[in-house]
């Protein structure tokens, strides 16, 4: 069992088995009881966990949350109190082993979790320098230079720490603190020090009067105080990495803390807050409180705009065979086709993906982008990929169709049922780059890594606020290097990035010209 965790639950109120019980003075809870209850209360946190798992599968988000440690964590405990049961569960030690379960610790993450949204991870750590390599690990330590945090939120954004620690034993940790800080040869009774039963602490006027804005204690106190360091290892994680342009917010959750505490917790609480950490205190949610899986899952759609701004990529996988039927392999497929005919078996890019990410959204691209889009249909495509992309993009030649014609029109070149919220046509779009003055700094670096036609589309997203969605990924990372390797935090483009391409099948005829389009990049 972790050591932050294992020796708190000692001084809580409410025993294991659900009575009251004074734990100075002994097991009056026979550990066969304690361990019934706990094995009971596991198997209700590993169904929750399996049935959320299940959801996920069920939604094709199984690989965007990082559930095994945690359920894992779950488990070995399980393990442990089933063990312990099994062997003299009514012996003092044993029980005393059963009220130090990490089990209070795994319910107040789970039913913290249950209160956020976009969920990532539970139990990951984030290194603020370079990540052990297998054999550092082994000599020294996998822990060094990281920070663990509980649950990963918001895709990312909310780095969670929950602790079960109770105000009796932080209580004794500052005295603790000020005990080891304080010579040898010094009376800590006139110091203001007490020790008395559960190592009930109080701190000296003293002490209190040394709080600043970073806390009461004093650096070194600080660093003594589990929490504390605990934060103290976060902001560093924090400050090391960024998330969609942005330092990740750090929020510590503290359920067994009063949202009155004494003034000795208050300082440290002040500390906490001084770190740039959010510090929530009791009960996290009322008990009327009811959660969905649909709430706390992540939404890979929740931070779209109301207008989309669509790239060469994706304008080509909206009209290739490839998406809208089933198509055998040829021949003289490359292996990125082939195994985009795979793909698309497993999971279909358009009602799966693409048609719900758009749902309800005003479309639009560059007319570069539409551009260089024709330019490869015309060399490639097939008759059905040409006649949607007639479909799909008004050019300003074409007479305008009503977006139910034009949805018509795409149901009888394709298998799937045409959403009745995809908004057409694609309206193409002007875009002058030159003007740029309003980007931070680190647009001019961008600018000058990318092709004429990807400054145009990843630009106007950019200065317009809109999400730009793209399949090409090389791009949208070389992007978010430049821009999240420049000083404070500048904010780059929003790219949406689908993590499948769709090619067109076309025609053998005319890929080698095709091969120049490529390699001007889209």
Not at 72 to 88: D, F, M, Q, T, W
Not at 114 to 124: I, N, P, R
Not at 487 to 498: H, N, R, S, T
Request: aromatic fraction near 6%; charge should be negative.
């Amino acid at each position: 069992m972790p050591a932050d965790h294992s020796s708190l639950i000692a001084d809580d109120t409410r025993s294991l088995d659900g009575s009251k019980h004074d734990t100075a003075d002994g097991c009056l809870v026979q550990g066969a009881v304690i361990a019934e209850n706990l094995v009971e209360r596991c198997h209700e946190l590993l169904n929750e966990l399996e049935a959320f798992q299940k959801y996920l599968q069920e939604c094709k988000l199984e690989q965007a949350v990082e559930l095994k440690p945690f359920r894992n964590s779950i488990a070995a405990e399980l393990k442990s109190v089933e063990r312990l049961g099994s062997a003299n569960p009514n012996s003092d030690r044993t029980a005393h082993a059963l009220r130090s379960s990490n089990l209070p610790f795994h319910t107040a993450v789970w039913d913290t979790a249950k209160t956020c949204s976009g969920l990532v991870a539970f139990t990951k750590r984030f290194y603020w320098d370079t990540p052990p390599t297998r054999k550092s690990k082994r000599s020294q330590g996998s822990k060094r230079g990281c920070a663990l945090v509980d649950i990963v939120a918001q895709d990312g954004q909310q780095w969670i720490k929950v602790s079960t620690v109770t105000e009796t034993r932080l209580l004794f940790e500052l005295a603790k603190a000020e005990w080891e800080g304080a010579d040898s040869d010094s009376d800590s009774d006139e110091n203001g020090l007490l020790v008395d039963g559960l190592a009930h602490a109080s701190i000296n006027n003293e002490t209190l009067a040394k709080s600043q804005d970073s806390g009461c204690q004093n650096k070194s106190d600080d660093e003594r105080v589990e929490i504390i360091r605990q934060v103290q290892d976060l902001r560093k994680a924090a400050l090391a990495h960024k998330v969609h342009y942005k330092h990740p917010a750090v929020s510590v959750i503290l359920p067994k803390i009063s949202k009155e505490p004494p003034p000795e917790i208050s300082c440290i609480l002040d500390t906490i807050r001084s770190l740039g950490a959010i510090v929530h205190v009791g009960p996290l949610a009322p008990p009327d409180f009811q959660f969905t899986f649909s709430n706390i899952a992540p939404n890979p759609f929740a931070n779209l705009t109301s207008i989309l701004n669509i790239d060469c990529t994706i304008l080509l996988a909206l009209v290739s065979d490839l998406s809208h039927q089933a198509t055998t392999s040829e021949p003289w497929f490359n292996k990125a086709i082939n195994r985009q005919i795979e793909l698309e078996k497993q999971a279909q890019l358009l009602p799966s993906t693409l048609w719900p990410a758009m749902a309800g959204k005003d479309l639009v691209c560059t007319k570069e982008a539409a551009r260089r889009m024709q330019e490869i249909v015309d060399t490639i495509g097939t008759e059905s990929e040409r006649r949607r992309t007639d479909l799909l993009i008004l050019l300003p030649s074409q007479t305008q169709e009503t977006p139910e014609a034009l949805r018509r029109g795409f149901a009888q070149l394709s298998n799937y049922t045409i959403p009745s919220d995809w908004i057409l046509p694609i309206r193409v779009v002007d875009f002058n780059i030159d003007d740029i003055s309003r980007l931070p700094p680190a647009a001019q670096k961008v600018k000058e890594s990318l092709t004429l036609i990807n400054q145009s589309v990843f630009f106007y997203g950019w200065t317009r606020g809109v999400s730009t969605l793209t399949s090409n990924r090389t791009v949208a990372k070389e992007i978010e290097v430049i821009v999240e390797g420049e000083e404070g935090e500048q904010v780059g483009p929003k790219v949406w990035l689908c993590t499948t391409a769709r090619s067109l099948v076309g025609k053998e005829k005319g890929r080698r010209d095709l091969s120049r389009m490529v390699e001007e990049g889209f």
